[in-house]
């Protein structure tokens, strides 16, 4: 069967995909090549982002027992074993919510420069008049750790980023919108969604199954 593609594939890159699986027999090398971009660009932006924010949550709700006792507490209320634990059902609990949003900004998997062009001419950013064609970042640790953004920024307290009345009263004046693990714009973290459902998931199901404790508590970040 002939196969059909639809206008939203680049003219080139479709030809070569239609002739590709109708049987040529030789793919070209370019198709190829944006093949493989397209496939392990996700595989890799998405593989050591997600270890690290759960590397990150685990080490902070070890940290923090009365967290982890709530946390335990929002799961073990929704889910009778870890076979019940699925992405769908995750995504209605608020806390576990938290607790992965507190520890991305307390330690963004991305937390360096995320460079952008200044178009041609000149642009105002952040108040500022900025040159044309000027390369300009926002580092992600820089303003998740600021105090004029966050209180007490260094602390690890999942209840500033609830959306109820439970939102701490010491953290009602923090910027949330300043931690933007996933960057904003365009060509922001295509995988968010993706990152969400998957960090929670094998946190839930972790923390379902094994009690852990730091092997050395002492370490400090
Ligand atoms: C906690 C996990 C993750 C974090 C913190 C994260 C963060 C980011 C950030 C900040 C960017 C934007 C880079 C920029 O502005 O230049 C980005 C881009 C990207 N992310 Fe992620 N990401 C995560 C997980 C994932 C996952 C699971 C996938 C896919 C399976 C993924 C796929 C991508 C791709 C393909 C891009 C490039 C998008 C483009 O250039 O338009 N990411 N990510």
Known sequence: MALALSN?????RGADLAACCN???SIPLRFLVSLSISLFSPILAGSDTIATAVAGCLYLLLQHPDT????????EAEFRSDADITMARLAGLPYIRAVVDEALRIYPPISGELRRA???????????FIPGDTIISVYAFASC?????????KRFTPERCLTTDERTEWTRNDHLE???PFSVGPRNGIGMGLAYAETKLILARLLFRYDLELLDDKVQH
């Open 8 to 12: 939203s594939v680049s003219d080139a």
């Open 23 to 25: 049987g040529a027999r």
């Open 68 to 75: 982890l006792a709530r946390l335990r507490q929002e799961l």
């Open 118 to 128: 200044v178009p041609t001419g000149v642009a105002v950013v952040c108040g500022h």
């Open 145 to 153: 750790d600021n105090a004029s953004n966050f209180a007490q920024p």
């Open 178 to 180: 300043a931690s933007q």
